[in-house]
């Protein structure tokens, strides 16, 4: 779990937004490129912990944004872990 402060793609400071969690998963390459190579490699996956129909903060949005415009990986979990499950599934996550 992550706590602090943040710096956007303009180098504005924030204290909030940030997701709750910060995961680092190995997928294989070909989940992103067209190749046959067999290569693994870890991303950056964000991840946001919300209960029932909980909604993104001005705030998180931000941080959302800049996540993705980074090139790394952001997802909602809402009361379960259903939606990181599916995000492993979808990029061939394994052990």
Known sequence: ???GSWK???GELHRKGMADLFLTPKIPLKK???TDSGLRFCVPLWVECKSGSGKLTEDQ???RADVI???AFYIEAHDSAD???EWFRQYGVTR
Do not use: R, S, T
Request: net charge negative.
């Open 8 to 10: 956007d793609a303009n």
């Open 83 to 85: 939606a990181v499950v």
């Open 32 to 34: 992103l490129v067209e």
């Open 1 to 3: 779990m992550f706590f």
């Open 61 to 63: 949005k931000l941080f």
């Open 69 to 71: 415009e980074a090139g």
